[in-house]
Nanobody
Framework: QVHVVESGGGLVQAGGSLRLSCAAS????????MAWYRQYPGKERELVSN???????NYADSVKDRFTISRDIAKNTVYLQMNSLKPEDTAVYYC?????????????WGHGTRVTVSS
């Protein structure tokens, strides 16, 4: 069993910053991708950013040059530094950990952390 816990959400004014953290624990053998998604009310989750085991990163166009993903491999933790926040960044942010073991791919989600950006 893998547990994924996000933290760091909250209320911030437009232009401000927040740093989200996501810690994975449990039976983790091989983390392949660590990712952040967000979800608006009534919408499907969308990818914000991810980082692979090799360190490659990917960002949604809407957050490029404002958000930075990073990780601490030893702690099985991924971070999302969010700068220059906009009201449209208001959403619930979810962390997803993808593991690969014996050719089997598994995804583990956290319960989410809410980010609210006031104008």
């Amino acid at each position: 069993q893998v547990h994924v816990v996000e933290s760091g959400g909250g209320l911030v004014q437009a232009g401000g910053s927040l740093r989200l953290s996501c810690a994975a624990s449990g039976s983790i053998f091989s983390i392949n991708v660590m990712a952040w998604y967000r979800q608006y009310p009534g919408k499907e989750r969308e990818l914000v950013s991810n980082i692979t085991s090799g360190g490659s990163t990917n960002y949604a166009d809407s957050v490029k040059d404002r958000f930075t993903i990073s990780r601490d491999i030893a702690k099985n933790t991924v971070y999302l530094q969010m700068n220059s926040l906009k009201p449209e960044d208001t959403a619930v942010y979810y962390c997803r950990i993808t593991t690969v073991q014996d050719m089997a791919v598994a995804h583990y989600w956290g319960h989410g952390t809410r980010v609210t950006v006031s104008s």
